[in-house]
């Protein structure tokens, strides 16, 4: 018998950053070895994304997962018990089929990829290696940039302001420890700043500052002054967007709660022309809604040759939406999450098809967070270049961070840097 056939399967119902129940799965091999898988939980979702599966009625606001638990206790232990954790592929084909549906709803995405993650890591502990060699495969291995949250808004943030996420990215670093530092030196002049301001009202869901501000473009020139205050030049850190347009627009309208106006898709475009015009952004997600392609294609014309555009509720880690966005013309980076797409192979099949198409990837955790270092490990054994956690505070965001900061000691891997964003 092989040392890596998976003996045990166990689920089991553990808690995220929100303090909601998510799936946390547990594969023994034949050796002895054990790898855990922990599901993550978005806020602002893809509707063609992986769902996770909820119990109904009012216990714990209708977010329980006593079902989800059970069909990793049933229906995938029956199904997995026996397979070989080193055939990753098998392992997500017999899952993708048990489930059956386009969106994991039978058996729920959180159940699935926390068995596929159980797996994988179980593999990687079968053969003595930590999980970002084991998927690397003997390539060699490049530290991603991170993408860091600031001010946190949209659904990460009570809607405070329309724009999900306000980040940096510290494209002139020269590792990624010191891409870290200066974050840190960004976000603590962010807060003196907020603070001085009366503009602080807590803390987001990613961990970064939850802001009162009277406009959507206030965020913009407070973290640009940041910048300047923590004593670094547009060159060596920058601006990133999440726009996430899906969550207040649709048809084409977009409503901006804060600033009380409708814009249409052109409308929207121009705006965010603007803004890139006048402050050091270089990363744009979602600019347009996930049902706005003509308007993905057109800020894409415009706007492709100078800033990065990543595809998030649009491409939904799917390597089949990212062959035809690519085909058409709309975005030049995809957003990878292992939740969305609901299994490992899938998700590396999006990250590879991204990447065949020329196009610059960008591994993501979720609003719905665990203590889980998967991702960090993923960006870097998989070459991704780039990496979005959340921000610069909360545990279960400083743990990825902090897994980063030992991997890149244990491998001294050459930072990604500037060039993950501008070829």
Known sequence: MSKSIIQQVRGRRIWDSRGRPTVEAEITLADGSVGFGLAPAGASRGSREAVDLRDPGKKLGGFD????????????????????????AGIDARLIALDGTPTKSRLGGNATIAASLAALHAAAASARQPLWQYVAQGRAVTMPLPEIQIFGGGAHAGRRVDIQDFMVMALGA?????????????????????KAAGKQAGVADEGGYWPLFAANEEALEMLTRAIAAAGFTHEQVAISLDIAASEFG???????????????TSGLI?????WMAAYPIVSVEDPLAEDDEAGLIEFTRRFGAKVQIIGDDYLVTSAE?????AGAGACNCALIKLNQAGTVTETKAALDAAQAAG???????????????????LAVGWNAGQLKVGSFSRSERMAKWNEGLRIEEATRAPFAGRGAVFR
Request: overall charge negative; aromatic content about 6%.
């Open 65 to 88: 997962i006593v079902g989800a638990v059970a069909n990793v206790n049933g229906e995938i232990a029956q199904a997995l018990i026996g397979l070989d954790a080193s055939d990753q």
């Open 174 to 194: 020269k590792s990624f420890d010191q891409a870290l530092e200066w974050t840190a030196e960004v976000y603590l002049a962010a807060g003196s700043l907020m």
């Open 250 to 264: 649709s048809n084409g309208r977009y409503k901006l709660g804060l600033e009380s106006r409708e814009l249409d």
């Open 270 to 274: 121009d705006m965010l022309g603007k």
């Open 321 to 325: 939406r990212v062959q035809h966005a």
């Open 359 to 377: 196009w610059n990837t960008v591994v993501s955790a979720r609003s719905g967070e665990t203590e889980d270092t998967s991702i960090t490990h």
